[in-house]
Structure formats: structure tokens, C-alpha cells
């Protein structure tokens, strides 16, 4: 593949299928040779990588300070309280996007990579603006690419190919969506949409996957019946229905959800073999117990999987990599 050495990954939507496939076969080749061969693999000793934090996190956080721990580097971390992210509310808006500019200057300076996770997507785009060192999103309101790497990562291992598979998301039009929308337009991924009414993603977003979709011959389907969509699914996807940010919809989302939760008599005429991702984190609302702890669900390794996936994506803006281990089938 091509070198990446260098690129910010803020979204799906700036990689070629190849690059992605290539995140996706270093991710796995590390998870074979640390994880299954216990091989100790240090490529990036004496790296740092910085993490800034305007929203709280377990996985990400978790996923990027231990897999640069495996590589050999180093991560730090700021949360909202130590850099005074925490403050949403439009008034700090224009404060807040002249703090990004800061940071990424002063961490320009000092680390060799920085990770993210913001409200708008546009301080993300200021920090790779301003920033001279590659910037990794670690979610915003309108994008999660790491998530879906770690995703589709999870449903080759299960099923051993990518293309052609149909996935089925029921829920919010959400960050985790549009992404996902990116990557399966991108790998020729069929995609069914259930949303609620006004939960729409992003229409500029579904514009663009749809393009792109349409080149690459994967199939969208874009409504909001939940059983239309899981029918002949290979895998059921949600996420939560409040995102960050959105607590105080609270009540007025879970009644506008209704419907939309995952439970097996919605699953009825899914595919044969269907199998369960969720993000993390989890709320009873929106799939019952008797899936989430099924068989069927691989949310676990799907967590895991967020830490090989971010690892290869640290290593590849960081050097040149060609894996060991054959390429696996996408
Ligand atoms: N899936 C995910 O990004 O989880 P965290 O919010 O815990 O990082
Ligand atoms: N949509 C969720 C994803 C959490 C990983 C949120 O933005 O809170």
C-alpha cells in the first residue's frame, strides 16, 4: 500500500478502500503476532503520542494509552477538567477553537501524535490545521472513524471477508453512523438504515456515502423500519440512543426510540448467521440482554479490537509498515 506517514485520520471519507484495507491488515497483523505469538514488538519506542479529551471516554482512552504502551511509546492524557474542554455551550465556542490553535502548536512541539475526541468536528479540523504532527479523531458529534475500524476489523475475523456483507443499523443517525456509511461506501459493504423520524444522519453525509456507494457497487438502503432493514442482515449494529452531549434529551429520545430496540422477535427475518456490534457504552434501551450476552454478540471483541485497530493507525502516521502475515480477505 501507499505510505501514510504523516496524514491526519479525522475521517473515513480522505482514505481510499486500499488505505483502509490497510489499517485494517496491520491491525490484525499485530493482534497475530503480540497477542497470538506473544511477541514483544517496540517499533515505536522513544514516540509520544498527546490525548485530549473534551468528553469522557474508557475505550478510546484505554485502546490508545495501552496499545502506544505495547508499540513502546508513551501517551499522555488531559481530560476536560486539566484543560478547560469541558465547557460545550456555544459562548466558548469561539475561546475554545482558539485553544485547539494553541495546542496544536504547543504540542507540536513536544509529541509526535495527537489524539482527540471533541464536540464539533471543526476543532479536529483546526488541530490538523495548525498542528504539525498527525491528528487521529477519537470521536466527535459527527464522526467516530477509529470505531468503525475496530468494527469492521471484528466482522472479518467473524465471517473472513467484508464485501458484500450486509449490515444493519437501527438507532440514531449518529457519529457512528456517518462513519460507518464512510467505510462501508468505501469497502462495497451493503448498508440498511432503520432511523426513527428526525433522527436522520447527516444528509450531507449520506450525499457523499451514497457517491461514493454507487461507484463501488455497495447497496444502501436508507428508511426507517427496523425489520425492513435486519432482513437478510449479517450484522446488527446500534448504539447508544443519548449521545454525549445529549443528556438532556434524555426522555424525549427514549420515547421517540420506541420501537427501535433491538430484541430477538425484531430479528426474525435477519440473516441466517446474524451476528451483534455495539460501540460501547451500553444502555438497557436499545437491545435487550438475551443479545447483548448472546453468542451472537461480539461486542467484546470489538472492544478489543479497538486497540489493534488504533495502534495500526498510530504506526502507520508514524512510519512505514509492510505486516508479516498474509493479507487477510476483505
Ligand atoms: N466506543 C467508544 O468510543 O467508547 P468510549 O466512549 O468509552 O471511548
Ligand atoms: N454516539 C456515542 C458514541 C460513544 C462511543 C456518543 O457520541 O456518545
Known amino acids: 500500500g501507499r505510505s501514510l506517514v504523516g496524514r491526519d485520520f479525522?475521517?473515513?471519507?480522505h482514505f481510499r478502500a486500499d488505505d483502509i484495507k490497510q489499517f485494517l491488515w496491520t491491525a490484525k497483523d499485530l493482534k497475530t503476532r503480540m497477542k497470538d505469538n506473544g511477541e514483544i514488538f517496540q517499533p515505536l519506542k522513544g514516540k509520544t503520542a498527546a490525548l485530549i479529551f473534551q468528553k469522557r471516554s474508557t475505550r478510546t482512552r484505554m485502546s490508545t494509552e495501552l496499545g502506544m504502551a505495547k508499540l513502546g511509546g508513551?501517551?499522555?492524557?488531559?481530560?476536560?477538567?486539566?484543560?478547560?474542554?469541558?465547557?460545550?455551550?456555544?459562548?466558548?465556542?469561539?475561546?475554545?477553537?482558539?485553544?485547539?490553535?494553541i495546542f496544536a502548536r504547543?504540542?507540536?512541539?513536544?509529541?509526535?501524535?495527537?489524539?482527540?475526541?471533541?464536540?464539533?468536528?471543526?476543532?479536529?479540523?483546526?488541530?490538523?490545521?495548525?498542528?504539525?504532527?498527525?491528528?487521529?479523531?477519537?470521536?466527535?458529534?459527527?464522526?467516530?472513524?477509529l470505531q468503525i475500524l475496530a468494527d469492521f476489523m471484528t466482522l472479518q475475523e467473524h465471517f473472513g471477508y467484508l464485501r458484500g456483507l450486509k449490515i444493519a443499523w437501527i438507532g440514531d443517525g449518529n457519529n457512528i453512523l456517518h462513519s460507518l456509511m464512510y467505510g462501508c461506501a468505501k469497502l462495497g459493504v451493503d448498508l440498511n438504515v432503520a432511523t426513527?423520524?428526525?433522527?436522520?444522519?447527516?444528509?450531507?453525509?449520506?450525499?457523499?456515502a451514497l457517491k461514493i456507494a454507487g461507484k463501488t457497487g455497495a447497496n444502501f438502503l436508507m428508511g426507517s423500519d427496523p425489520v425492513q432493514a435486519v432482513y437478510r442482515a449479517d450484522a446488527i449494529v446500534t448504539d447508544t440512543w443519548v449521545s454525549m452531549g445529549q443528556e438532556e434529551e434524555k426522555k424525549k429520545r427514549i420515547k421517540d426510540f420506541a420501537g427501535?430496540?433491538?430484541?430477538?422477535?425484531?430479528?426474525?427475518?435477519?440473516?441466517?448467521?446474524?451476528?451483534?456490534?455495539?460501540?460501547?457504552?451500553?444502555?438497557?434501551?436499545?437491545?435487550?440482554?438475551?443479545?447483548?450476552y448472546s453468542e451472537e454478540?461480539?461486542?467484546?471483541?470489538?472492544?478489543?479490537?479497538?486497540?489493534?485497530?488504533?495502534?495500526?493507525?498510530?504506526?502507520?502516521?508514524l512510519q512505514p509498515y509492510t505486516p508479516i502475515n498474509p493479507m487477510p480477505k476483505f
Open 260 to 292: 427501535y430496540q433491538i430484541n430477538r422477535k425484531m430479528l426474525k427475518e435477519a440473516g441466517g448467521n446474524w451476528v451483534f456490534l455495539h460501540c460501547l457504552p451500553r444502555k438497557q434501551e436499545e437491545v435487550t440482554d438475551d443479545i447483548f
Open 106 to 145: 504547543v504540542l507540536s512541539g513536544m509529541a509526535d501524535i495527537v489524539l482527540a475526541r471533541v464536540y464539533g468536528q471543526d476543532f479536529l479540523d483546526e488541530l490538523a490545521n495548525e498542528a504539525s504532527i498527525p491528528v487521529i479523531s477519537g470521536l466527535s458529534d459527527l464522526l467516530h472513524p
Open 10 to 13: 479525522i475521517s473515513l471519507k
Open 74 to 101: 508513551h501517551a499522555a492524557f488531559m481530560g476536560p477538567e486539566d484543560v478547560h474542554l469541558g465547557a460545550s455551550q456555544e459562548s466558548f465556542c469561539s475561546k475554545l477553537f482558539s485553544l485547539f490553535n
Open 196 to 208: 426513527p423520524a428526525g433522527y436522520e444522519p447527516d444528509p450531507n453525509i449520506t450525499e457523499d
Open 297 to 317: 454478540s461480539l461486542v467484546w471483541q470489538e472492544a478489543e479490537n479497538r486497540m489493534w485497530t488504533v495502534m495500526a493507525v498510530m504506526l502507520h502516521l
